[in-house]
């Protein structure tokens, strides 16, 4: 089991998930949230000290989700006395839909990875927070893999007793009980993710994951459609966004009077290749701004970026 490192809060997307979709990344900005993108597939997850995330590394041949799961619930229902149980998606839940825990996981050639969170004593208000993205579900075309929004239990709502050594100790025993571990070779260690001399090459890693093309340019490629009624037409804006920059897109002024070519040519041209990014997209609408001297144009130009701004 791991906790949260550096950030006390962060959300995390999985591997073919789109960040705009997954949280509002206005609001992670504001509030100082890192967001990272994993290796692994399935949904996002919001990570604080509350939040235990365990990791089970095998053999390929010996990947089973299930077998994991089970484990870690039978030794939290005997501990506690919970009615923990695995579901057909994988997540742990309580009862009929309470989610305690989600899963994710990756295999290569001869190894696999499963790793899943489990909800002790997360600030699900935070969470809440953190995982409600910008109004923009149903102006998005995409292929990426959408999370499966679901009703949540923090663990140490049913026992106060229930802790994260707490936890940590009782899935242990589980688990050396589960591989026939002596108790002369039963410990649990501590260790530093971030030690090169333990794990050679974890900052070349490290620093991989944080560059903004893996968080946010590997998401698959989707399509941004905006409208909007003006008294002089009805603006629609479509943007197909592929490497988390604008790779193309379209703005018509629909039932116009006058059609102004030139203007809509140029804002085009100006969103074109450029990155999907607060400071990317200012610079764009500063320039606009100061090019167009028309009100109807410049009304266009307001309300089109205030849009965009509103979710990057």
Known sequence: PWLPFPSLFQVVIGRHQNPWLET?????????????????????????????????????????????????????????????????????????????SGSSSKLVKDSAFHHFTLLLSADTANMTTLLRPAPLLSLINTSATLSRRSSTLNLSSRSHD????????????????????????????????????????????????????????????????????????????????????????????????????AFLDNLKEALTGTLLWRSDILAVFQQLELETSDHHERAVVLWLFTWILSFV
């Open 24 to 100: 509002n990344i206005a609001v992670l900005r504001d509030k100082g949230v890192l967001l990272a993108r994993r290796r692994s597939g399935g949904g996002a997850v919001y990570h604080d000290l509350g939040n235990m995330n365990c990791t089970v590394f095998t053999h390929r041949q010996d990947y089973n989700r299930e077998r994991n799961l089970q484990l870690v619930c039978e030794a939290l229902n005997r501990g506690w006395g919970l009615d923990l149980s695995v579901n057909k998606h994988h997540d742990i839940i309580s009862g009929y839909q309470l989610k305690v």
């Open 162 to 261: 229930i802790t994260w050594d707490t936890a940590c100790s009782h899935i242990a025993s589980a688990f050396y009980s589960a591989h026939d571990i002596t108790p002369t070779n039963q410990r649990v260690e501590e260790v530093d993710p971030g030690d090169e001399g333990v794990f050679s090459g974890i900052t070349k890693l490290a620093d991989e994951l944080k560059d903004w093309y893996w968080i946010y340019g590997k998401t698959p490629k989707f399509t941004l459609k905006a409208e909007n009624e003006f008294i002089f037409g009805h603006l629609v804006f479509t943007a197909v966004v592929e490497g988390g920059a604008i790779t193309s897109c379209d703005v018509t002024l629909e039932h116009s009077l006058v059609t102004p070519t």
